[in-house]
């Protein structure tokens, strides 16, 4: 069974930063692309980053370019998110998801596993 955990949200005000972090089930997830999404209340969950299975493609949804900033370390089998210059729009719970292949996907449908979520808060 493969496990995503994530860690690192919480409240923060507006222009601050966080860094999110997805443990994986590292001989799972290894050779797959991961994602972040996120969800805020009554809306539908939308795409934030992804990368590929060896960190050499990323992609950004257009509302976090050049403010957030999507890793990951095989090794250790955890994917990061890097957020900068927070903004109440950016408030929602976010999750990471382990896709079905090895490319960096801005679809839910091309991804297999997902975390639990983290809440992050931004007060403005």
């Known amino acids: 069974q493969v496990q995503l955990v994530e860690s690192g949200g919480g409240l923060v005000q507006a222009g601050g930063s966080l860094r999110l972090s997805c443990a994986a089930s590292k001989r799972t997830t290894t050779n797959n692309g991961m994602g972040w999404f996120r969800q805020a209340p009554g809306k539908e969950r939308e795409f934030v980053g992804s990368?590929?299975?060896?960190?050499?493609?990323?992609s950004y949804a257009d509302s976090v370019k050049g403010r957030f900033t999507i890793s990951r370390d095989r090794a250790q089998g955890t994917m990061y998110l890097q957020m900068n210059s927070l903004k109440p729009e950016d408030t929602a719970v976010y999750y990471c998801a382990a896709g079905r292949g090895a490319y960096a996907s801005g679809e839910v449908k091309d991804y297999q596993y997902w975390g639990q979520g983290t809440q992050v808060t931004v007060s403005s």
């Open positions: 990368i590929s299975w060896n960190g050499s493609n990323k």
